[in-house]
């Protein structure tokens, strides 16, 4: 339950969270937990410095990211579910890298490693330890048209696959703009993967049904995100869930958002009077839906 004497006393989940055994790690996720929280989904963050290259590396990488949710429920207490993917700027400055080196067998091989990284988290997926994969996507600056059509390409074949298998997806893409959000939703179509199954990592706060064009979004909750989201929460028919991307990173403390946000902007939003039937499904029907129970 909340913190006693809050505005709200449910359940509080946080969609977006990441964690670094050199960062703040167990400390990070206290700080959530003292805040309020009860549960994270805790994202895999890759090594932008050096990606896995093989599917042992990848298998290795994700395994890792298991053990950290483990701790954080035996050690901090939370409830943690866990996604698992490679996130789309690992690919494509792989992508960038290989080919410079190797041209057009370099483009296999980053292509191939993509696929791999993807097959290596769905057997998590299948084996109970993994609850959705991501965080994938898109470039979210610009790029060649080649790795752009690529990453498209790849994105769809993943479609493809969560709607053979039955995850949900969290997507890194681009920016503030709607089209974003048609382009996903005609992707999701052409896959014949249901909208609701796709999960709008960093959602501008604007969820009216009528731009998130069924995708779930999961808003990005800085302080300056909670008028819009106000304004349009009762036009967000399939509703949203709340997020910080916080990155666990000593040398941006603090970044994207830090680990008590989510807490504290649910307490807001709800002294605010946002319809509470609205926090239930961002922090418990939501969750259980896209990702199954904890």
């Not at 990070?28 to 989904?41: E, I, L, P, Y």
């Not at 996130?87 to 890298?97: D, G, K, L, S, T």
């Not at 080919?99 to 290596?120: F, P």
């Not at 994938?136 to 993943?158: A, F, Y």
């Amino acid at each position: 339950m909340g913190v006693q004497g809050l505005a709200w006393q449910g359940p509080i989940l946080d969609n977006h969270f990441h964690l670094n055994r050199n960062g703040r790690y167990l400390d990070a996720a206290k700080d959530f937990k003292n805040a309020g929280g009860t549960s994270v989904v805790l994202v895999h963050c890759p090594d932008f410095s050096a990606p896995p290259t093989t599917p042992e590396g990848h298998m290795q990488a994700y395994q890792d990211t298991i053990d950290m949710a483990d701790s954080v429920r035996k050690e901090v207490g939370l409830g943690v579910r866990v996604v698992l993917g490679p996130h789309p700027a690992a690919f494509a400055h792989q992508f960038i890298n290989w080919v410079e080196h190797d041209g057009e067998s370099g483009k296999q091989r980053a292509m191939e490693n993509y696929r791999s990284s993807i097959d290596e988290a769905v057997k998590f997926y299948h084996e109970g330890k993994a609850h959705a994969i991501g965080e994938v996507g898109r470039p979210h600056w610009k790029v060649s048209d080649e790795i752009w059509d690529l990453s498209n390409q790849l994105l769809l074949e993943t479609m493809k696959l969560a709607a053979n298998d039955g995850f949900a997806l969290q997507l890194h893409v681009e920016g503030e703009l709607e089209s974003t959000y048609r382009d996903m939703a005609a992707m999701a179509e052409k896959a014949g993967l249901s909208k609701n199954r796709l999960v709008r990592h960093y959602s501008p706060p604007n969820v009216d049904s009528a731009i998130t064009q069924g995708i779930t979004p999961s808003v990005l909750i800085g302080k300056g995100a909670l008028d819009t989201l106000l304004e349009t929460a009762d036009n967000c028919h399939e509703g949203f869930l709340l997020e910080t991307d916080y990155m666990d990173d000593l040398r941006r403390p603090g970044a994207v958002l830090g680990p008590k946000t989510v807490p504290k902007r649910t307490h807001q939003l709800v002294a605010a009077g946002i319809d509470e039937e609205l926090m239930w499904r961002a922090h418990v029907d939501l969750p259980d839906k896209l990702y199954g129970q904890e």
